[in-house]
């Protein structure tokens, strides 16, 4: 829709096209746009859900938009399909480096910056007790079973999810060597 007048800007990872549009500006690590009267900050945040995913700091109202790196109250997305789960942790780690107050990911409801580490905690736990469990010999099967994660019950996409993220945690830390 604005292809003609919108400068498309994009982490030097991202596809040659997106949506059909060639970005006509590409950037490393960091990168500020001054535009009407906002600065806009874009930030790499490496590789881990894909290689090219971006958060954008909008001042002077510090939001951070941080779309697919973490979400408020809501669990990941299915099994982690495609995705690097030790560079999400760190990912989520560079959201919560950046300085801003209220978080605006890309699905789900708004918070602050506080929820980026409440994530990424529901993301640590759920490693730690999935791979616990496989080193204890337990099967997939079994910890979708026992592991009931279920301080996490209220949050969004919780009981569709539960069970593909406890058995997308399990593939990645097998493919991975975390086991």
Do not use: C
């Not at 960091?30 to 945040?45: A, D, M, N, R, S």
């Not at 950046?98 to 506080?114: C, Q, S, T, W, Y």
């Amino acid at each position: 829709m604005f292809a003609d007048t919108a400068e498309i800007i994009a982490h030097k990872n991202a596809p040659e096209a997106i949506d059909g549009v060639a970005p006509k500006n590409r950037f490393d690590d960091k990168h500020t746009v001054e535009i009407g009267g906002k600065t806009i900050e874009l930030t790499w945040l490496g590789k881990g859900h894909g290689e090219d995913l971006t958060a954008m700091v909008v001042r002077p109202e510090n939001v951070a938009f941080a779309v697919d790196a973490v979400s408020v109250n809501r669990v990941p997305f299915r099994d982690f399909p495609g995705a690097d789960v030790g560079g999400i942790i760190d990912q989520i780690k560079m959201v919560e480096g950046l300085d801003f107050e209220i978080l605006a990911p890309g699905h789900g409801g708004m918070g602050v910056k506080a929820d980026a580490a409440i994530h990424r905690e529901y993301v640590e736990k759920l490693m730690a007790s999935v791979k616990e469990g496989l080193q204890g010999g337990k099967s997939v099967d079994d910890l979708v079973t026992e592991l009931t994660l279920d301080e996490y019950a209220e949050w969004g996409s919780f009981k569709d999810w539960r069970e593909p993220n406890i058995r997308g945690m399990a593939r990645w830390l097998k493919e991975s060597g975390g086991i």
